[in-house]
Structure formats: structure tokens, C-alpha cells
């Protein structure tokens, strides 16, 4: 298994090397010290706390869909012209982008500030994994 320095492990998760100090510290996140005696958490102790820290950002709307991927987030701006809107939106690390009727943005009231939920639904995912070094 894959074992994470804690700079790491913080970029994995969208937080600071203190952050994950802090966790591990309060016991939250366990980590082990490697051969070289620096402190590092297993590759699947970091996704287990990576899952459980994503559940809670709870879903504001209410509701009920087939869809998993919610990322819930600010929208940051949106630029409209008189049929089709960008609407760009911060998710805490990522930034989603969308296409849609500028109708919809009025409909939706999106403007920069307001709280909202991408959902993403596709029945084509690319996963990649870094090459060997």
C-alpha cells in the first residue's frame, strides 16, 4: 500500500501541512513514522479519512437523486450572453465549470456568492494514475 508524507497528504486533501499535523495529532488521522523516520499515513487509512471528510459538506438541497457525484460550492462568476451562460463554481479544491441556457442561470439565480450543487452524472469517467518515477 502507498504511504503518504504529510505535504502529501495535505495537497491530497485541500489543506495545510498543519491541518494534518493537527488530525494526527488529536488522533483523527493515524500516521507511522517510514524507514527514513519521517511521519507518513498509509495510502488507504488517507482514503478512508479523504471519504469521511467529503460527507461532511451535506448536500443544501434536499434532494433526492441517482446521481453521487455532489459537489457542493460557491459560484464564483458567471459570464452570459443572450442564449448560453459559463457559470464557474469553487468546490472546496475544485473548480467546476458549466455550460448552460443563460435562462437557466436567471431561473437559478446564479451569481457569484450563492451556494449551489454540481451534479455530475456521466457514463464515461477517465481515472488516470501518475506514471512510476
Known sequence: MPQ???AEAAGLLGVSDDTVRRWVD???????RDASGRLVVDG???AEFARDQARSTPDPSGV???ARNRLVGLVTEV???RVMSQVEMQ???HRVVSLMST???RELGLRPGVLA???VKSTNVVVETPGEA
Not at 26 to 32: E, M
Open 4 to 6: 503518504y508524507r504529510i
Open 26 to 32: 488529536g488522533g483523527q488521522l493515524r500516521a507511522q
Open 44 to 46: 488507504a487509512e488517507l
Open 64 to 66: 433526492g437523486r441517482s
Open 79 to 81: 459570464v452570459s450572453d
Open 91 to 93: 468546490c472546496g479544491p
Open 103 to 105: 435562462e437557466a442561470v
Open 117 to 119: 450543487v454540481a451534479v
